[in-house]
C-alpha cells in the first residue's frame, strides 16, 4: 500500500485507538478521548469528518454486540444492529455540525458536545469527551466542566497543540496524586458475583442468602448496606414482608435494586428497607434503550417495558443525607448525574446488574465514567455491581 493511499485512512485508524484506549475502563485513560476533537477538526471533507466520529464512537461501544448477544442469548447480529443504530446519531450530529470555517468550529463542536449530552440525542451519548474532566479537575466542580469545555472549543482551533500541551499537564499533575472517591461515612457497597441468576431465582433460599450477606456487611459502623440493580427480582408482597420483616429489629438499611410491575411496564428503582419499613427510594431515569425501554410498543398497544422520567428524581433523601442515585445504564451518558450534582447531593450511589457484560469493558466503562464524576464534583461515592 502506498503512502498516498495510507494517509487518508490514519485519521480513522487513529480515531479507532482512541476510542479503544480512552474507553478501555482504566479512569486514568479517559483523557485520551480528548484526541476525538482534534481529529474530528483536522478532517479535511465532511465524509472525513463522519468516518473519523464513526470509528471513535464504534471502538468506544465496542462491547455491545457481545453484550446485547449475551442478553439475548442469541447470535451476534441484533447486537450488530443495535451497535450501528446506536452511532447513527452521534455520527449524524458530528457530520451536520462539521465545517471547514475555522472561526465557527468551535461553537459547532460545543454545540454537537451539549447535543449529545441532553436528550433526545443523549440519550444515546455514550463516550462523551466530557467526561474526562473529572480526571483533568478532580475537585473544581463546576468550575472544573467550565475548564474542559473550554478546553474542547480549543482544541478544534488552530492553536489545538498549546490546548492540547496543557490539558496534558493537568493530566499528568492528576495522575501524580490520584485518589479514588471516598466511601459517605457508614456506607457500603456489596458487589455479588451471581450472574444472570440475580432478580431471576425467586427462591426464598436466595433471599436468605442475601440477607445474610447484608448481615454480614453491616456492623463495624456500617448502617447502610447497598446491593447492586435487581437483587430482590420483582417487588412482590411476598419479597416485601420478607425483607422487611428481616430488618426490623436492626439499626442496618438496605438500598436495593427491584422491579415494580404494572401493566403499564414496570420501573426500575432502588428499594429502601429498615426497622420502620420499606419505601420506594428512586426511580431509575433512563433505563436501556432497547432491551429495556421499548416506548414504540405503546404505538401498537403493548408495553414500554422499562418506564422512563428523564428528568424525575435526582436526587433522593436518605440517612440525613441526599444521595444522587444512578443506576446502570445512567452511568454511561451525561445528563442524569449533571442534572443530578445541579441539586448538590451529598454522595453519589452507583449500582448496576452488568452479567450480561461478561467479557466485555462495559462494567469498567461505568465504574471509571461514575468515578470521574465523582471526583470533579468531590463527591464519596458507593458502587454495587453483580457480575
Known amino acids: 500500500m502506498s503512502r498516498d493511499c495510507l494517509r487518508p485512512a490514519l485519521p480513522i485508524f487513529a480515531s479507532i485507538a482512541i476510542g479503544v484506549v480512552g474507553w478501555s475502563g482504566h479512569v486514568l485513560l479517559l483523557p485520551v478521548a480528548l484526541g476525538f476533537p482534534i ?9 472525513g469528518a463522519a468516518l473519523v466520529s464513526a470509528a471513535y464512537f464504534l471502538a468506544a461501544s465496542r462491547g455491545l454486540p457481545q453484550g446485547v448477544a449475551t442478553f439475548y442469548a442469541a447470535d451476534v447480529w441484533p447486537g450488530l444492529l443495535l451497535w450501528l443504530c446506536a452511532s447513527l446519531s452521534f455520527v449524524a450530529v458530528h457530520t451536520v455540525l462539521w465545517t471547514k470555517n475555522s472561526g465557527v468550529r468551535p461553537f459547532r463542536y460545543l454545540l454537537a ?25 478532580p475537585g473544581w466542580g463546576w468550575w472544573g466542566l467550565g475548564l474542559m469545555t473550554a478546553g474542547l472549543a480549543g482544541l478544534v482551533t488552530r492553536i489545538w497543540p498549546a490546548v492540547a500541551i496543557a490539558l496534558t499537564g493537568f493530566w499528568l499533575w492528576s495522575a501524580a496524586i490520584w485518589t479514588d472517591p471516598k466511601l459517605p461515612e457508614g456506607w457500603r457497597g456489596v458487589d455479588l458475583e451471581l450472574g444472570a441468576s440475580l432478580g431471576r431465582e425467586a427462591g426464598l433460599q436466595r433471599h436468605r442468602d442475601m440477607i445474610a450477606t447484608v448481615r454480614g456487611a453491616a456492623g463495624d459502623g456500617t448502617r447502610y448496606v447497598v446491593l447492586p440493580e435487581s437483587a430482590l427480582g420483582f417487588w412482590t408482597p411476598t419479597v416485601e414482608r420478607l425483607w422487611t420483616g428481616a430488618f426490623s429489629d436492626g439499626d442496618a438499611t438496605v438500598i436495593t435494586g427491584a422491579a415494580m410491575v404494572d401493566p403499564a411496564g414496570y420501573n426500575n428503582v432502588l428499594v429502601a428497607i429498615d426497622r420502620k419499613g420499606n419505601r420506594i427510594l428512586y426511580r431509575e431515569r433512563m433505563p436501556v434503550p432497547g432491551s429495556m425501554w421499548q416506548p414504540w410498543r405503546s404505538w401498537f398497544g403493548g408495553s414500554v417495558g422499562a418506564k422512563s422520567d428523564f428528568f424525575a428524581n435526582p436526587v433522593v433523601s436518605i440517612g440525613g443525607g441526599r444521595a444522587a442515585p444512578l443506576i446502570c445504564y445512567e452511568q454511561l451518558i451525561v445528563w442524569p448525574v449533571l442534572q443530578s450534582v445541579l441539586h448538590d447531593p451529598d454522595f453519589i450511589i452507583a449500582v448496576g446488574n452488568g452479567w450480561w457484560t461478561d467479557g466485555t469493558s462495559i462494567v469498567s466503562i461505568q465504574r471509571a465514567a461514575t468515578t470521574a464524576w465523582a471526583k470533579l464534583f468531590a463527591k464519596p461515592l458507593v458502587i454495587a455491581f453483580n457480575t
Open 39 to 47: 481529529l474530528w477538526s483536522l478532517a479535511q471533507t465532511r465524509l
Open 113 to 137: 458536545a451539549v447535543i449529545m449530552a441532553s436528550p433526545p440525542f443523549g440519550i444515546t451519548g455514550w463516550a462523551h469527551p466530557v467526561t474526562a474532566a473529572g480526571v483533568l479537575f
